[in-house]
Structures are given as structure tokens and as C-alpha cells.
Nanobody
Framework: QVHLVESGGGRVQTGGSLRLSCSISGDTERAYAMGWFRQAPGKEREFVIGISWSSVRISYSDSVKGRFTISRDNAKNSVYLQMNSLRPEDTAVYYC?????????????????WGQGTQVTVSS
């Protein structure tokens, strides 16, 4: 089992920044690919960004390219999501996810472990 805990959410104004963290515990070797997803009110959960174990492969949603970056520190069993130039449409619950795929895919089904989520609210 892999246990994921997100932190760092909050409220920020348009144009501001937030850094989310995801702490990984348990069978960390199962957390090969890591991804961030988000779910806005009334919408389906969507892929945001993902990173491979080695950090060589990174996948982005077009909506966050150039604004969000992902990084991981395997020694600290942590993954980070740096969000800059935030917009009201970025408001959502953000979920950290872990999977055994060698590359970070956009499909939820490739991620077998999920955190509880952290709320990000961007006010205009």
C-alpha cells in the first residue's frame, strides 16, 4: 500500500502562487509515476501534471503549461507542485496520485493510489 498526503492548499488572489506538497509513505517503490489531478465543483477530475521516477519524463495539461511545474525528491519521498500565475479557473481540489507506470500518463486508471486532496481557491 501507498499512503499519500497532500498539503499546501489555500486561498490566493489571481496571479499569485502556491506550492503543494505530497508526502509518500508505505510501499514507496510502488510510487513510480506521480501525478497531480484536480476536480473543480461540478466537473470531472482532470489530469494536471505528472512526473516519472527519475524526473526525466514530465507530462503537462495544456491548461497549466508554462505556469505549473512538478518536482520530486525521492530521498524525502515527496512530490511538489509549484503553481504560478494562478487563475480563478484553477480553483479545485488537487489530488496527488501514485502509479506503477514508467511514464506519467493522463489516465486516472494508471494511478492506483490517491491522496485525500487539498483545496486551492483562486479569487479574482
Amino acid at each position: 500500500q501507498v499512503h499519500l498526503v497532500e498539503s499546501g492548499g489555500g486561498r490566493v488572489q489571481t496571479g499569485g502562487s502556491l506550492r503543494l506538497s505530497c508526502s509518500i509513505s508505505g510501499d514507496t517503490e510502488r510510487a513510480y509515476a506521480m501525478g497531480w489531478f484536480r476536480q473543480a465543483p461540478g466537473k470531472e477530475r482532470e489530469f494536471v501534471i505528472g512526473i516519472s521516477w527519475s524526473s526525466v519524463r514530465i507530462s503537462y495539461s495544456d491548461s497549466v503549461k508554462g505556469r505549473f511545474t512538478i518536482s520530486r525528491d525521492n530521498a524525502k519521498n515527496s512530490v511538489y507542485l509549484q503553481m504560478n500565475s494562478l487563475r480563478p479557473e484553477d480553483t479545485a481540489v488537487y489530488y496527488c496520485a501514485a502509479g506503477q507506470s514508467p511514464i506519467p500518463t493522463e489516465s486516472e486508471t494508471d494511478y492506483g493510489y490517491w491522496g485525500q486532496g487539498t483545496q486551492v481557491t483562486v479569487s479574482s
